[in-house]
């Protein structure tokens, strides 16, 4: 167990529609990070957040959103669903070194599965 | 920019041989490297790092040395097991808080 939670864990939804995606990195982690793993394009980074900010973005869509909270969990949001949409979506996180890795492990939950059709 | 590149797969092998996946990597500076794996339905876990040249990481008896000198961090072990059968993932951070920077995997199968 990482300590990163991630839930819903399966998702199915038809085209047009929006889910949120819901993540609890480990405690104290201050860092974020979304990725998108799917059969043809390999793991893709999408977005960085580090304590409530945006730090850093990777290949997201503008159909696609994410925020952290005060409380650190955050939430990425897909809209607008296509088919190509279906993946695996990761999240991670990361111990505190203003938000470098300077070698520091990201620690990833077990995903969630969504399916668009 | 920084990229990582390993062997493709998939990667057949009988219980006990010995296994190398190459990776090998470009970047500006002194990157750490890291090796996670991902076994089936499961999320991506650390398998072992290394954060400076020369260094080796080991763990479940996998290994693996940063070498600068030709940019690798292959993995290794010697005798593999059903059970590692598994996606594994050769990984570079340039520790200039940009996130991590993934090969695109390398399927292993391990046969009885």
């Known amino acids: 167990d990482s300590g990163v939670t991630q839930t819903p864990k399966h998702l199915i939804t038809a085209t047009g529609q929006r889910v949120t995606l819901r993540c609890s990195p480990r405690?104290?982690?201050?860092?974020v990070y979304w990725y998108q793993q799917s059969l043809d394009q390999g793991l893709q980074f999408l977005i960085q957040y580090y304590n409530g900010e945006e730090r850093a973005k990777g290949n997201i869509l503008e159909r696609f959103s994410a925020q952290q909270f005060p409380d650190l969990h955050s939430e990425l949001n897909l809209s607008s669903l296509e088919l190509g949409d279906s993946a695996l979506y990761f999240c991670?996180?990361?111990?505190?070194?203003?938000?470098?890795?300077?070698?520091?492990?990201?620690?990833f939950g077990e995903g969630s599965w969504l399916t668009v059709v | 920019g920084n990229s990582v590149t390993q062997m493709e797969g998939p990667v057949t092998l009988s219980e006990e041989a010995f296994l190398t996946i190459n990776c090998t990597y470009t970047a500006t500076g002194y990157p750490s490297l890291f090796w996670y794996v991902q076994y089936p339905g499961e999320g991506l876990q650390l398998l072992l790092k290394a954060t400076k040249a020369d260094d080796k990481g080991s763990n479940k008896g996998f290994e693996a040395t940063y070498r600068k000198e030709t940019t690798s961090f292959h993995l290794e072990k010697g005798s593999v097991q059903v059970s590692d059968s598994a996606v594994y993932f050769c990984a570079l951070s340039d520790n200039r808080n940009t996130p991590l920077v993934f090969g695109k995997g390398t399927r292993l199968s391990v046969i009885a």
């Open positions: 405690s104290g982690d201050l860092s």
């Open positions: 991670a996180s990361s111990a505190p070194s203003g938000g470098s890795y300077s070698g520091n492990t990201i620690y």
